[in-house]
């Protein structure tokens, strides 16, 4: 009765059958928000104002359940670009500068995939899982993207005036402009520059906001000031971050693009800022539902129907194979791929996973979480967790490969999305059965991932 629900792959391929071989291919926008938080935009409930956003769920898909890749920066968009769960990749945590952590470049990315298809690929923004200059380290280019305007990690000082951003490779210095603007610029410059028999692109929008240090225009500061919202620089970074997603629709407009462009909404991961999560338990770092759970809106015209909901959980994780089947592009056949194709789900019809959606976090409590259908499994490691640096350290690698949960909560996330009460000791049966899908899932997680004691050896953050 409580048997998690796997699906063979051969069924797994009938469901999300590409579409028909002669439309054009799609092309295809990842617009991602960092740290933005389950309750930060319009159409989740929030008081800040983003029409741009709120119009992409109006005319496509908004999910109600849908989830980052991990409660953290990096290892999210490890999850996002491969398909597979953050620290099978070898990412367990955020990247700081110079560490010897990065995605290994044998991963296969959706930007790899779809360039070796045919299709352009432009990375604007935050990358955060290599270094962008150093010679020990993979550069975007060698994961699959022609052409790129990034910073490594956060726009610094601030979103104002950034100072390290690289375009193909090569510094800029100080750029006058807020991060979203500029990146949203460089984004519409490359769109625009492109022949109008071009092929297809996939552009890869990683904005900074609303991440510390946040900066924002005085117009808005002073317009949610004036509103009396409590963290008005806060909402004013959002509500700009929202009007240049909306330069970037126009543009798509302008040009009949957006007909035949597949439009994707998310964040990395839940926020730093309390109140953010909306009605949801913790925020950024942790494995709670605030710390995971984030927006998620698809539009794609003709195929997604305009306005609808859907209470399927899903994530970036599925990213991957859901682009592949829309694209008729093979995901890779020779590696585990945990995500799933939505493709299902934008017909109204259920998910029938390979794989639960999971997260692994090391440095928090609880240290584990794992979701099929309506319910979650959280799992405590160490409770309270032992003081450990931001960063990954050499002395966490044993306890990544070798630590076991051995205290389990449960929850009914439809009917309990504040995860308020756990229903372990009356879900016996239920609890049996997910505690020993979790268990074997992290097992096979932690045996595949990275070992990089050697490489972090001594690290000190400069």
Same mark, same amino acid.
């Given at each position: 009765?409580?048997?998690?629900?796997?699906?063979?792959?051969?069924?797994?391929?009938?469901?999300?059958?590409?579409?028909?071989?002669?439309?054009?291919?799609?092309?295809?926008?990842?617009?991602?928000?960092?740290?933005?938080?389950?309750?930060?935009?319009?159409?989740?409930?929030?008081?800040?104002?983003?029409?741009?956003?709120?119009?992409?769920?109006?005319?496509?898909?908004?999910?109600?359940?849908?989830?980052?890749? &991990?409660?953290?920066?990096?290892?999210?968009?490890?999850?996002?670009?491969?398909?597979?769960?953050?620290?099978?990749?070898?990412?367990?945590?955020?990247?700081?500068?110079?560490?010897?952590?990065?995605?290994?470049?044998?991963?296969?990315?959706?930007?790899?995939?779809?360039?070796?298809?045919?299709?352009? %690929?432009?990375?604007?923004?935050?990358? &955060?899982?290599?270094?962008?200059?150093?010679?020990?380290?993979?550069?975007?280019?060698?994961?699959?993207?022609?052409?790129?305007?990034?910073?490594? *990690?956060?726009?610094?000082?601030?979103?104002?005036?950034?100072? *390290?951003?690289? +375009?193909?490779?090569?510094?800029?210095?100080?750029?006058?402009?807020?991060?979203?603007?500029?990146?949203?610029?460089?984004?519409?410059?490359?769109?625009?520059?492109?022949?109008?028999?071009?092929?297809?692109?996939?552009?890869?929008?990683?904005?900074?906001?609303?991440?510390? /240090?946040?900066?924002?225009?005085?117009?808005?500061?002073?317009?949610?000031?004036?509103?009396? &919202?409590? &963290?008005?620089e806060y909402a004013a970074n959002i509500a700009n971050l929202d009007r240049a997603i909306?330069?970037?629709?126009?543009?798509? !407009?302008?040009?009949?693009?957006?007909?035949?462009?597949?439009?994707?909404?998310?964040?990395?991961?839940?926020?730093? +800022?309390?109140?953010?999560?909306?009605?949801?338990?913790?925020?950024?770092?942790?494995?709670?539902?605030?710390?995971?759970?984030?927006?998620?809106?698809?539009?794609?015209?003709?195929?997604?129907?305009?306005?609808?909901?859907?209470?399927?959980?899903?994530?970036?994780?599925?990213?991957?194979?859901?682009?592949?089947?829309?694209?008729?592009?093979?995901?890779?056949?020779?590696?585990?791929?945990?995500?799933?194709?939505?493709?299902?789900?934008?017909?109204?019809?259920?998910?029938?996973?390979? %794989?639960?959606?999971?997260?692994?976090?090391?440095?928090?409590?609880?240290?584990?979480?794992?979701?099929?259908?309506?319910?979650?499994?959280?799992?405590?490691? !160490?409770?309270?967790?032992?003081?450990?640096?931001?960063?990954?350290?050499?002395?966490?690698?044993?306890?990544? /490969?070798?630590?076991?949960?051995?205290?389990?909560?449960?929850?009914?996330? +439809?009917?309990?999305?504040?995860?308020?009460?756990?229903?372990?000791?009356?879900?016996?049966?239920?609890?049996?059965?997910?505690?020993?899908?979790?268990?074997?899932?992290?097992?096979?997680?932690?045996?595949?991932?990275?070992?990089?004691?050697?490489?972090? +050896?001594?690290?000190?953050?400069?």
């Open positions: 009765m409580f048997r998690l629900r796997y699906t063979p792959l051969f069924l797994l391929a009938v469901l999300a059958a590409p579409p028909s071989p002669a439309e054009a291919p799609p092309n295809i926008l990842i617009l991602f928000a960092d740290d933005l938080g389950y309750g930060d935009i319009g159409c989740y409930g929030s008081a800040i104002k983003t029409p741009n956003v709120d119009r992409l769920a109006a005319e496509g898909m908004r999910f109600t359940d849908f989830y980052a890749g &991990h409660p953290n920066c990096s290892a999210s968009r490890a999850a996002l670009l491969t398909g597979r769960i953050a620290p099978r990749t070898g990412v367990y945590s955020y990247i700081p500068p110079d560490h010897g952590m990065h995605l290994p470049p044998d991963e296969i990315t959706l930007a790899r995939l779809l360039k070796n298809a045919g299709y352009a %690929t432009g990375l604007f923004g935050k990358w &955060h899982l290599s270094a962008l200059d150093g010679p020990s380290q993979p550069a975007p280019a060698a994961y699959g993207f022609d052409y790129t305007f990034c910073t490594r *990690n956060n726009a610094e000082p601030s979103h104002r005036n950034p100072d *390290n951003f690289y +375009r193909n490779g090569e510094p800029l210095g100080v750029l006058e402009g807020y991060s979203c603007d500029l990146v949203a610029a460089e984004a519409i410059r490359w769109l625009e520059g492109r022949a109008p028999d071009a092929p297809p692109f996939l552009a890869y929008v990683a904005f900074h906001e609303p991440h510390q /240090k946040i900066a924002s225009p005085p117009d808005l500061v002073a317009e949610y000031r004036a509103a009396g &919202h409590e &963290h008005p909306g330069r970037i629709l126009d543009t798509l !407009d302008h040009f009949g693009a957006a007909a035949n462009t597949v439009v994707v909404f998310a964040s990395d991961n839940g926020p730093w +800022r309390e109140g953010s999560q909306g009605p949801l338990r913790g925020k950024k770092s942790d494995v709670w539902e605030g710390g995971i759970r984030v927006p998620g809106v698809f539009r794609w015209p003709g195929h997604i129907p305009a306005g609808a909901t859907s209470g399927e959980p899903a994530g970036v994780v599925d990213l991957l194979p859901t682009l592949c089947a829309i694209t008729g592009v093979e995901p890779p056949a020779d590696r585990r791929i945990d995500g799933t194709s939505l493709l299902p789900a934008f017909q109204g019809q259920p998910l029938q996973r390979q %794989t639960p959606l999971f997260w692994f976090f090391y440095r928090t409590s609880p240290q584990i979480a794992l979701r099929d259908g309506d319910w979650g499994i959280v799992g405590f490691i !160490d409770d309270p967790v032992p003081q450990r640096t931001h960063w990954l350290a050499a002395e966490d690698m044993p306890f990544i /490969k070798t630590a076991v949960p051995a205290r389990f909560e449960l929850y009914n996330l +439809r009917q309990d999305i504040g995860q308020r009460h756990d229903l372990a000791s009356s879900e016996p049966d239920r609890l049996e059965a997910m505690r020993r899908a979790l268990l074997g899932l992290h097992r096979e997680v932690v045996e595949e991932g990275d070992d990089w004691t050697e490489a972090i +050896r001594g690290y000190t953050r400069p």
